[in-house]
């Protein structure tokens, strides 16, 4: 019993994941292919969205990896490559936004939320030590105080 | 002061129910076309038949019309058809590209179904199409008459495309030209 369990075990570990990426469509050159692969795992497939193209069997992805590849081999760097197909689909096909403009509130919103907090809780604990402090009895109180709380002695 | 101070989260908050609410109405398949308000890239592609004139950038220029992106393998694009057709009876110019697809495929295709283009051009290899930011088809540009991009429909046209977006945008390009 054990053994089967153990043979089954042995035979999941050989299986290896499917792989979208046809043999077809990588490069002979593996360091250029590991680029490649690299690169597409930060470009969204434009029609499945939540893939990447790395991932995705749409017919589109794949048109885009052989590009992808296509622009390694013309020489361009790995910003260039991407670059190419941001230029055709807009920023939306990285998969990590780019800080600029129109993603500022993105990048910066939560800090900015936080720091809004931190002044609330800041200002709020002032305000409580002030209170605290306020009260102070001027000496006459303290002098009738004193009397009002002198044990009473018998005449 | 510090009553004004407990107010932030409180507007914070609606700023992200109005912005929740606002996002509830946005389909995110949708990506916006990065070429909005900018030429269309160049592109000079063969005809479906051999022999036919093809489609190239410098036909889409001179009046407002549209430029349909398709193919024979397109589901939604023969539940798009008719509505083409109609509005090519009405005299609209559209031209079509032929996307992905063998031209023998798109050729036979528009014989069955009847062409509404003015111009097709085939793009076997969907380079003009990825160039073109499509992400599917059916898509439909609408140029203006100095060869710009002013919007992207993106799936088939139906009514309310038609009356509420397109229709008044056309009128409007019309009446710049």
């Known amino acids: 019993m054990k053994r089967i369990f153990f043979a089954i075990c042995a035979l999941l570990l050989l299986a290896a994941p499917a792989f979208a990426v046809l043999p077809s469509e990588q490069l002979s050159d593996p360091k250029l292919e590991a680029r490649a692969r690299h690169i597409s795992q930060e470009l969204r497939c434009v029609v499945c969205q939540n893939q990447t193209i790395d991932d995705s069997d749409a017919p589109l992805a794949h048109d885009l990896r052989v590009i992808l590849r296509e622009r390694l081999l013309a020489g361009d760097s790995d910003e260039e490559a991407k670059a190419y197909l941001v230029k055709r689909y807009g920023s939306y096909v990285l998969l990590k936004p780019p800080f600029q403009a129109n993603t500022l509130l993105l990048w910066l919103g939560p800090f900015v939320v936080l720091g809004i907090g931190g002044i609330l809780v800041v200002s709020y604990l002032l305000g409580r030590s002030r209170l605290q402090a306020a009260p102070q009895l001027s000496s006459e109180e303290r002098a009738r105080l004193d009397d009002l709380l002198k044990p009473e002695t018998s005449e | ?177």
Not at chain 2, 143 to 157: E, H, L, M, S, T
């Open chain 2, 1 to 177: 002061m510090n009553r004004a101070l407990a107010l932030i989260p409180v507007g914070l908050f609606v700023a992200l129910l109005v912005t929740f609410y606002l996002a509830l109405g946005r389909d995110p398949t949708h990506i916006p076309s990065v070429l909005i308000d900018k030429p269309l890239p160049a592109f000079d592609l063969p005809g479906v038949r051999a022999g036919t004139a093809g489609l190239r950038t410098s036909d889409l220029r001179g009046q407002p019309m549209l430029l349909n992106v398709f193919g024979s393998w397109c589901i939604s694009c023969v539940q798009e058809h008719p509505v083409l057709m109609e509005l090519a009876r009405e005299g609209v110019v559209i031209d079509g590209i032929d996307w992905r697809d063998e031209a023998i495929d798109g050729a036979k295709w528009l014989n069955q179904n009847g062409n509404p283009y003015a111009r097709v051009g085939n793009d076997r290899t969907g380079r003009t199409g990825i160039d073109l930011g499509v992400t599917g088809a059916p898509e439909t540009f609408i140029i203006d008459a100095k060869g710009r991009v002013r919007y992207k429909q993106i799936g088939p046209i139906d009514a309310d495309a038609w009356n509420n977006t397109i229709l008044p945008l056309l009128k409007k390009l019309r009446s710049e030209s």
